[in-house]
C-alpha cells in the first residue's frame, strides 16, 4: 500500500513536471512583481455573494500564469494578457475599485513587457489617467476599456503612438450619467496615434466630456478597418449626448483608407461638407454622419462607387439639394439602409429608392420633398423593405402601391395626402397616416393595423 501511494505521488510529480515543461517555463518573476503591485493599489467589495474576487487568486510564491484569474501567458512564462472584470449593481457599488488616490499602481502594468492585451469592464478607478507610461508596452494589440467609472482623465496619452503593434482601441462609457464622463479632454484623437500603421479597429463611444479634432494625417492609419467615433445614437442609451463630440472638418484624408469598412461618426460636432474623396473608399460598408453639423450638397456621384455600401446615415444634418433623377440605376445594389432624414433635401422621390434590390429601410422624413409618393415598380418582387417614413413633407397625391415585403411600418404622415386607403395597408404592423386630405371609408382589415394613427383626415367611419 505504501508504495502504491508512493508510485501513485511519483505518477503526480512527474505529470505535473511534464505539463510545467509542455507549457514552458513559470511565470517571469518581473512579471509576478508588478502584478502583486498592482494588486495592492485595487481592492474588492462584498457586494454580491457570488462573485469570487479575482485577486484572490494572485499569491506571492505561485505561479501567475497557473490560477491567476484574468492572467494569460505565452509558453515562455511570459504574461501577454489581462483581463479585469468587476462587477457593479444597481446602486452603483462597485465590486472592484482603488485602494488609495495614487495612480502608482496602474503604472506598474507597464512592466509586463510582453503583454498583448488589457481588458477592463466594470471597475471603479476613482478618477485615473491612463498613464502614459502604458505607451512603453510595445508588444500591445488589444486596448479595451467598457463601462468602466473615473478613468481617462486627460484623454488619450500621445504616448500611446509608441505602440506600434497595437489592433484595437475601443472605448464604451456605456452609461456616462451613471459610471461618469470617461474620456475628459480637448484634445481628440492625439496626431502622434497616426503612426499606428497596424490599427485595425479604434472606437470611442458615448464620452460626454471629449472633445477636439479628427488629425489630418489620419491617412497613417493603413490597416485600419473600423473608425467609429459615436457621442450616442438615435437608437441607444437616451440618444445622442448634447455636451463633447469632436469638431473640425471631416479629413480629405478618409479617403486614403482603403481598407475601411465602417466609417460611423454619428453625434459629433463636425461641420463643413462630405468630402468627396470618400468616393475612393471602395471595401467602404457603412457610412454614418449622423447627429452632426455638417451642411451643403451630397456628392451622390462619389458616393455611387461605393459598391459594397450597405448603411448609409446623413440624417440631422444641414445637408439640402435634390436627390439625382434618376437615382444612379447601376449603383447602390447592395444598399440596404438609406437614412437621410431631418434635413433640408427638396424635389421628388426617385422611384428607384424602393425599387433598389436590398433596401430594407427608407427614412426621408422632416424634409421637403413635393410630388407622389413613388410606387413600387413592376419587378419589384425581391425587395426586403419594411421600414419607410416619409411624414412630413409635401408630398400630395394618392397612396402608392407598397412593395410586397412592406408589412412592419409605413409612416407619411403630416403631409397633403388625398383619396381613400387601399385595402392592402392592412398588413402593416404600424400605419400612420395622420393630418393628411384622405377621404372614404377606412378598410375593415386597415382597422386591425397593430399601431394605427388615422386622425386629422375626413373618413366616414374613423373615428
Known amino acids: ?35 502583486l503591485e498592482l494588486k495592492e493599489g485595487l481592492s474588492c467589495q462584498e457586494i454580491n455573494p457570488n462573485y469570487i474576487c479575482p485577486f484572490d487568486s494572485w499569491l506571492p510564491g505561485t505561479d501567475c500564469c497557473v490560477g491567476w484569474q484574468g492572467i494569460s501567458c505565452d509558453a515562455s512564462g511570459q504574461v501577454t494578457g489581462w483581463r479585469l472584470q468587476g462587477y457593479w449593481n444597481s446602486y452603483l457599488t462597485f465590486q472592484i475599485g482603488r485602494r488609495d488616490s495614487s495612480d502608482k499602481f496602474l503604472t506598474q502594468l507597464s512592466r509586463v513587457t510582453a503583454l498583448e492585451s488589457i481588458d477592463i469592464s466594470f471597475v471603479n478607478f476613482g478618477g485615473a489617467a491612463i498613464p502614459k507610461e502604458w505607451g512603453q508596452l510595445s508588444k500591445l494589440k488589444n486596448f479595451n476599456i467598457e463601462a468602466v467609472k473615473g478613468f481617462g482623465q486627460g484623454g488619450i496619452p500621445k504616448e500611446f503612438g509608441n505602440l506600434k503593434n497595437l489592433q484595437r482601441f475601443y472605448w464604451n462609457t456605456l452609461v456616462p450619467d451613471l459610471l461618469g464622463p470617461g474620456l475628459s479632454s480637448n484634445t481628440g484623437v492625439p496626431k502622434e496615434l497616426c503612426k499606428l500603421h497596424n490599427l485595425r479597429e479604434f472606437t470611442v463611444f458615448l464620452l460626454p466630456e471629449w472633445s477636439g479634432t479628427l488629425p489630418s494625417c489620419i491617412d497613417g492609419w493603413k490597416s485600419i478597418q473600423t473608425i467609429s467615433i459615436k457621442n450616442g445614437d438615435s437608437g441607444n442609451f437616451g440618444g445622442v449626448l448634447k455636451t463633447g463630440g469632436l469638431t473640425g472638418s471631416l479629413p480629405s484624408n478618409l479617403g486614403k483608407l482603403k481598407n475601411l469598412t465602417e466609417l460611423s461618426l454619428v453625434g459629433n460636432k463636425f461641420t463643413g461638407s462630405i468630402p468627396t474623396s470618400l468616393g475612393n473608399l471602395s471595401n467602404l460598408i457603412t457610412l454614418r454622419l449622423s447627429y452632426n453639423r455638417l451642411h451643403g450638397k451630397v456628392p451622390w456621384s462619389e458616393l455611387s462607387k461605393l459598391k459594397s455600401l450597405e448603411w448609409l446615415d446623413l440624417s440631422t444634418n444641414g445637408f439640402y439639394g435634390p436627390l439625382p433623377q434618376p437615382f444612379f440605376p447601376n449603383a447602390f445594389q447592395d444598399l440596404q439602409q438609406l437614412e437621410i432624414d431631418n434635413n433640408n433635401f427638396w424635389g421628388e422621390i426617385p422611384r428607384r429608392l424602393i425599387d433598389l434590390p436590398k433596401i430594407n429601410t427608407l427614412r426621408l422624413q422632416h424634409n421637403r420633398f413635393w410630388g407622389l409618393i413613388p410606387s413600387a415598380g413592376p419587378n419589384n418582387v425581391g425587395s426586403p423593405m419594411y421600414y419607410w417614413d416619409v411624414s412630413f413633407n409635401y408630398l400630395s397625391g394618392t397612396l402608392p402601391k407598397l412593395p410586397p415585403s412592406l408589412n412592419y411600418f409605413l409612416a407619411a404622415n403630416n403631409s397633403n395626402i388625398q383619396g381613400s386607403i387601399p385595402a392592402s395597408y392592412g398588413f402593416l404592423f404600424t400605419l400612420n397616416l395622420a393630418n393628411n386630405r384622405l377621404t372614404g371609408s377606412v378598410p375593415d382589415s386597415v382597422k386591425q393595423v397593430q399601431v394605427l394613427d388615422l386622425t386629422g383626415n375626413n373618413f366616414s367611419n374613423y373615428p
Open 1 to 35: 500500500m505504501v508504495f502504491s501511494r508512493l508510485g501513485f505521488a511519483c505518477t503526480v510529480l512527474l505529470c505535473a513536471a511534464f505539463i510545467q515543461t509542455a507549457r514552458g517555463t513559470k511565470c517571469r518573476a518581473s512579471d509576478s512583481a508588478a502584478l
